[in-house]
């Protein structure tokens, strides 16, 4: 722990609040892309469920969405890296170990062409697609990869692991091991083929 910072509940409570967000946003976009590629491998008796595990699917993604998008849109209601770095700016007992060159390299994180992109998209997604269902032809275009979309929470948490380890030290995993929809689906794929036998 930097000894130099001041404990602050405020700032413990905003990267609290960041953190648990990056949390389910990677776990809703995993148990996304299990369900995808798991639902490809039903067997002939799950196969015609497959409707409900579509819909499944699409509300995993859903929840994803309206994650990165509180994550990234300043919004003094939720937890959000705009909070977190305005704070880090505003606050003299953090900002002598945050200086202004720091904060700078943070948000350029957020604010390249790449992560500009993928921010542009994941607004359009939530603003007009899940809030709104006006689905146009371009849809598919709009739509965040799960490639695209691992690599921005990636960069998410570089950007809370920096902030972290000057404050305290703490590194954040949000890539745990969890039993998710790939596990659910194999064990109905065998309960079905069990029932198959009988």
């Known amino acids: 722990m930097n000894e ?23 776990q809703c976009l995993e148990n996304y892309n299990e369900l995808d590629s798991a639902t490809r ?25 309206n994650s990165m ?10 937890y959000n890296f705009c909070r977190l770095l305005n704070y880090l700016q505003s606050h003299p007992q953090l900002s002598q170990n945050y200086d202004a060159k720091f904060l700078k390299g943070l948000r350029a994180l957020i604010e390249d062409d790449n992560s500009k992109d993928i921010i542009k998209r994941i607004e359009t997604e939530r603003d007009k697609f899940i809030s709104h269902n006006e689905y146009p032809s371009h849809h598919l ?12 929470l990636d960069t998410l948490l570089d950007i809370l692991d920096k902030i972290s380890v000057k404050y305290d030290g ?11 929809a790939k596990s659910l689906l194999q064990t109905i794929n065998r309960g079905a083929n069990e029932i198959n036998h009988d």
């Open 170 to 180: 703490a590194i954040y995993e949000i890539h745990l091991p969890f039993l998710g």
């Open 4 to 26: 130099a910072i001041i404990k602050d509940t405020k700032f413990e409570e905003l990267r609290e609040g960041v953190k648990v967000e990056l949390l389910h946003a990677n």
């Open 69 to 78: 998008y509180n994550l990234i849109h300043q919004d003094s209601r939720t």
């Open 41 to 65: 491998k039903l067997n002939t008796n799950v196969r015609r469920f497959y409707h409900f595990f579509s819909y499944t699917k699409r509300a995993f993604y859903n929840c994803f969405i």
């Open 141 to 152: 275009q709009t739509t965040v990869s799960f490639k695209e979309a691992k690599r921005f």
